[in-house]
C-alpha cells in the first residue's frame, strides 16, 4: 500500500512539475501573417502581441485599408535578408510555439507595436502608448482589434486546430486510474 502511495505521489509531482519546453528557434523565416512566422517548419506566434487578420481592414470610407496585408507585409520587411532569432516557452491554442523574435538585434514583436501594427496583448504596452500618440498604422483611424474582428467573423482563424498531446493524455489516463483504484482501497 505505501509503495502505491508513493508511486501515485511520484507521477502526480512529474505531472504538476511538467513545464513547457523552452524553444530557441534561428533561421529564415517565412511570414504567415502579421503575428505568425515559420521557421524550421515551425509556427510561432509572437508572444505579446495581436496583429490584424489578413482579411482585416482598418478605417471607413474613403480611407479603407487592409491593414491585415499592411501587417503581413511589415513583418516581412523585418524580417527580410537576415536569420531570425525566436526564444520562448510553451504554446498557443493553435499549438504554435509562443516566442519573441529577433532580426539582428531587433525586438520584432515591440517593433510591431511601436509602429502600430499591432497591438499590446499583454505585453509592450509602453509601446502601444507610443503609437497610439504617434497615430501611426492601424492608430491613424478607428479600427476593430482583431480580437473582436475574429469574434464577429464567425472564430476565423489563422491555422487549423490544435493537434492532440498524445503523452499527456495517457499519462491523465493512468493517474486517473490509479486514483480510482486507491478510491477504493480508501
Known amino acids: ?6 508511486g501515485l ?5 512529474a505531472r504538476i512539475d511538467q ?15 502579421g503575428d505568425t512566422l515559420i521557421i524550421s517548419k515551425q509556427h510561432i506566434r509572437l508572444k505579446g502581441i495581436d496583429a490584424p487578420e489578413l482579411d482585416q481592414t482598418c478605417g471607413g470610407q474613403p480611407s479603407l ?9 511589415a513583418l ?27 532580426a539582428g538585434q531587433i525586438n520584432v514583436n515591440r517593433i510591431m507595436v511601436e509602429t502600430g501594427q499591432a497591438i499590446a496583448y499583454g505585453d509592450y504596452r509602453d509601446a502601444e502608448l507610443l503609437a497610439r500618440g ?12 482583431p480580437q473582436d474582428w475574429r469574434r464577429t467573423h464567425d472564430g476565423v482563424t489563422e491555422t487549423s486546430p490544435p493537434e492532440r498531446n498524445v503523452v499527456a493524455e495517457a499519462l491523465d489516463t493512468v493517474v486517473a486510474w490509479v486514483v480510482g483504484l486507491l478510491g477504493g482501497i480508501w
Open 9 to 13: 505521489v511520484a507521477l502526480l509531482i
Open 65 to 73: 485599408r487592409n491593414c491585415g496585408q499592411i501587417a503581413r507585409q
Open 1 to 6: 500500500m505505501t509503495l502505491i502511495f508513493f
Open 76 to 102: 516581412q520587411k523585418l524580417v527580410a535578408r537576415t536569420d531570425v532569432r525566436c526564444e520562448g516557452q510553451g504554446r498557443d491554442k493553435f499549438d504554435r510555439f509562443l516566442a519573441t523574435c529577433f
Open 19 to 33: 513545464r513547457p519546453p523552452a524553444i530557441d528557434l534561428s533561421g529564415n523565416a517565412y511570414v504567415i501573417d
Open 134 to 145: 504617434r497615430r501611426v498604422g492601424i492608430w491613424v483611424d478607428a479600427f476593430e482589434t
